[in-house]
């Protein structure tokens, strides 16, 4: 949620930050401030009538002391007692639109971005050299399964399309992936959070994927309660909520998080030919990094993150590249994101395998997430940052293709060897 004072004091400037993301919320912008005006002179009225109120309800019993006739000033009792109800039911009626609208509103990007969409993202940096072979290479869902390490037909008669599972030394693989990455930020001096897979619906109120994208996770009807529960569609939700509704100490801060989990998305699936196989589906492995810091902290949090994300991916050995994204290709919450892509050879290009995005202030709004400072003592609300650390179903794709062999076998990366009992090869005999 972004601070309704940048409203107020430039309407059409915060448009044309709101346009270089290509989001039309003009017509919403002019809503909210004129529901903001309503708002707040609603507020004054009715603290205005209700102080009446008191003044005069104090008069009753001095003037019954009095013998005095109380009938006309019982009057005026009711009559504002009406005009305070009918006052506090258009505030509420004010209040809820005026809430979802600035609930409904993206992150304003930042001002160094591009503006468009991902036709206008950039490469800033590369890593390593494109992978080239002197055979016909295999697609990795071909390589998988020939080799025994994923069963697609199997997974798709368990859950249908878009899943599958993993076996023998596949399973195996991924769970060394997974070491690896959480091995490394604990190296870093990041907490492991391990959270519920299932959430309630302000954690996605805060993150900012409710209300405008509700309806893109997977919902959990619960009998017995009317509480709003749903799958989680990334770590991100349940980490940034750990600190919902607190103020935290200036010298808490930075806190760093990692958090293993599956994630689960409803859009997913297979769009396109070339997209078969582990590359798009409803549930993958994920490990994600967040961080809460103080705003004159974030920007170097920022960067501290995208290397780390850099330096998982190179010590896989791929080639890859670090693209800064446009302001219409962020997600919603954020206000700048880097994607690290890597070279999947089947597909003829690259693919997303982790995105670093700095939220701002937007997200602990939402929570209501802030620090208290040491100096002064004044609340302030933290930034909230993330970052994916990695996501697996794309690093396997791309690891099995870019270290096939001519016989069918696929070399392991070195560092995931110690995870394997020292295994080097993937032999294709089995």
């Known amino acids: 949620m972004i601070d309704i004072r940048l409203i107020r004091e430039d309407a059409e400037g915060v448009k044309a930050r709101y346009a270089s993301r290509e989001a039309d919320v003009g017509g919403q912008v002019d809503r909210l401030l004129s529901l903001d005006m309503l708002r707040r002179e609603a507020i004054a009225a009715v603290e205005f009538d209700k102080a009446e109120q008191n003044r005069v309800s104090k008069q009753i019993p001095v003037m019954r002391k009095n013998g005095e006739d109380t009938s006309g000033i019982i009057a005026l009792m009711s009559d504002l007692k009406e005009k305070i109800l009918t006052a506090e039911t258009e505030l509420k009626n004010t209040q809820e639109e005026y809430d979802y609208l600035m609930l409904s509103l993206?992150?304003?990007?930042?001002?160094?971005?591009?503006?468009?969409?991902?036709?206008?993202?950039?490469?800033?940096?590369?890593?390593?050299?494109?992978?080239?072979?002197?055979?016909?290479p295999q697609h990795h869902v071909d390589l998988c399964t020939r080799l025994g390490l994923i069963d697609y037909e199997r997974g798709t008669k368990l859950a249908g399309s878009g899943f599958w599972v993993y076996r023998g030394l596949g399973a195996r693989l991924e769970w060394a992936l997974l070491n690896y990455f959480i091995e490394t930020h604990l190296g870093d001096g990041y907490e492991l959070i391990l959270v519920p897979h299932m959430l309630e619906y302000e954690c996605g109120l805060t993150a900012g994927q409710?209300?405008?994208?509700?309806?893109?996770?997977?919902?959990?009807?619960?009998?017995?309660?009317?509480?709003?529960?749903?799958?989680?569609?990334?770590?991100?939700?349940?980490?940034?909520?750990?600190?919902?509704?607190?103020?935290?100490?200036?010298?808490?801060?930075?806190?760093?998080?990692?958090?293993?989990?599956?994630?689960?998305?409803?859009?997913?699936?297979?769009?396109?030919?070339?997209?078969?196989?582990?590359?798009?589906?409803?549930?993958?492995?994920?490990?994600?990094?967040?961080?809460?810091?103080?705003?004159?902290?974030?920007?170097?949090?920022?960067?501290?993150?995208?290397?780390?994300?850099?330096?998982?991916?190179?010590?896989?050995?791929?080639?890859?590249?670090?693209?800064?994204?446009?302001?219409?290709?962020?997600?919603?919450?954020?206000?700048?994101?880097?994607?690290?892509?890597?070279?999947?050879?089947?597909?003829?290009?690259?693919?997303?395998?982790?995105?670093?995005?700095?939220?701002?202030?937007?997200?602990?709004?939402?929570?209501?997430?802030?620090?208290?400072?040491?100096?002064?003592?004044?609340?302030?609300?933290?930034?909230?940052?993330?970052?994916?650390?990695l996501a697996t179903s794309r690093i396997l794709p791309?690891?099995?293709?870019?270290?096939?062999?001519?016989?069918?076998?696929?070399?392991?990366?070195?560092v995931l060897r110690k995870y394997l009992g020292g295994l080097e090869v993937i032999a294709a005999n089995g």
């Open 398 to 414: 791309a690891l099995v293709e870019q270290n096939q062999q001519k016989d069918g076998s696929v070399v392991i990366p070195e």
């Open 210 to 389: 409710f209300p405008k994208f509700a309806d893109e996770v997977y919902k959990i009807a619960n009998p017995t309660d009317d509480r709003r529960h749903y799958m989680l569609p990334t770590a991100e939700a349940a980490l940034v909520s750990l600190h919902r509704d607190e103020i935290l100490t200036e010298a808490e801060l930075p806190k760093k998080y990692i958090s293993y989990t599956p994630c689960f998305r409803r859009e997913a699936g297979s769009y396109r030919a070339d997209e078969r196989g582990m590359v798009r589906g409803h549930q993958f492995n994920k490990v994600e990094m967040v961080q809460y810091t103080r705003p004159e902290d974030s920007d170097a949090a920022f960067e501290e993150l995208v290397g780390k994300a850099e330096r998982l991916v190179s010590g896989l050995g791929f080639h890859f590249r670090t693209v800064k994204l446009a302001a219409g290709d962020c997600s919603s919450a954020m206000a700048r994101t880097y994607d690290i892509e890597i070279q999947i050879p089947s597909m003829d290009g690259y693919k997303e395998v982790s995105s670093v995005s700095n939220a701002r202030d937007y997200q602990a709004r939402r929570g209501m997430i802030r620090m208290r400072r040491e100096a002064t003592g004044k609340l302030e609300f933290v930034h909230t940052l993330n970052g994916s650390g």
């Open 106 to 136: 993206p992150n304003l990007p930042d001002a160094d971005l591009a503006s468009g969409g991902k036709e206008n993202n950039e490469p800033i940096r590369y890593f390593g050299e494109p992978h080239t072979f002197d055979f016909p």
